[in-house]
């Protein structure tokens, strides 16, 4: 044990799996009231995640006593606004002590209500995302992340255009047109790393569509700005997608996209995003399990 974990109860879960050496691993702190800022720092850094959650009790009248929670996020390098995978979790952490059902957590980015249920013995939690929006990037800003990636324009998917998607945190979407080109990522990370300081960016959404159905995605998020060279699955990043899906029309207003990420890195995992017609709000569903010590 780490001279960090001796300050806390850390726990360890993978998000958007079923086992343990697949899917996100986030550490879980869920009472966190007796470390200050630079105390959770150094504990998401000994862990060395992507992003680790940090819970004290939520504010008074945001949900019932036990189940709303404020909830910090902390990568090796920094505090983020908000992180998908850190938050199913942790909800999957708090149902197997508390039982399924609604949780609300306040985060950075805003109010996430988040609901567990059981199927066939696994528990699933749910997001839901904060108001999205996606916003047009800059031809220079596309073309310095293309050199930073050492991609070319011509290997994008013209049918699925750069944007800066929102659901909690900033990603820059960037589609490949092909297979292989998604599954071959060697990138400048100072570079990058630069170039997201500049624009805000949690991460860089890199996307193929499946061209067998038109709700499959396979995703790959280099974070070099968590001092991550890759992230094995991201559920911020898959609600800005989900967003990003719905504003250029990819898919139907209401749809259910399933996204693959993390089989290049040998961690594989499976994303569900949900879209519902006159709700703005995007869902990220899928497992979490603990990871054994």
């Known amino acids: 044990m780490s001279l960090n974990d001796q300050h806390a109860d850390v726990l360890r879960y993978t998000a958007f799996a079923t086992d343990p050496k697949g899917g996100n691993p986030a550490g879980i702190v869920l009472d966190a009231s007796g470390l200050d800022d630079a105390a959770m720092l150094a504990i998401a850094a000994d862990l060395g995640y992507s992003e680790s959650a940090f ?46 059902g609604d949780f609300v957590f306040a985060t950075p980015a805003g109010t996430v209500p988040v609901t567990v249920a059981e199927d066939d013995g696994v528990l699933r939690a749910t ?54 080109r998604l599954a071959d990522l060697a990138y400048d990370f100072d570079r990058l790393k630069a170039l997201m300081l500049r624009l805000d960016l949690t991460t860089v959404q890199l996307v193929w569509r499946d ?33 990003y899906a719905r504003e250029l029309g990819l898919v139907p207003a209401a749809a259910e996209l399933t996204l693959y990420q993390g089989a290049d890195m040998g961690r594989p995992g499976v994303l569900t995003v949900g879209l519902r017609e006159g709700d703005a709000r995007v869902r990220v569903s899928g497992a979490a399990v603990r990871i054994p010590s």
């Open 211 to 243: 061209p067998d159905t038109e709700y499959v995605f396979h995703v790959r998020d280099p974070f070099p700005v968590g001092g991550v060279v890759e992230d094995p699955a991201t559920g911020a990043a898959a609600a800005a997608f989900g967003a």
């Open 55 to 100: 819970l004290t009790p939520g504010p008074a009248g945001l949900g019932p006593e036990g189940r709303a929670f404020t909830v910090r996020y902390f990568s090796p390098r920094a505090e983020v606004p908000f992180c998908g995978h850190a938050t199913v979790a942790t909800a999957v952490a708090l149902a197997e002590r508390g039982g399924p």
């Open 127 to 180: 997001l839901t995302s904060v108001e999205p929006r996606v916003e047009q990037a800059a031809a220079a800003d596309v073309t310095e992340a293309l050199a930073a990636l050492g991609w070319s324009a011509d290997e994008l998917d013209p049918d699925l255009p750069p944007r800066i998607a929102f659901a909690g945190a900033r990603h820059l979407v960037l589609a490949a047109a092909t297979r292989e």
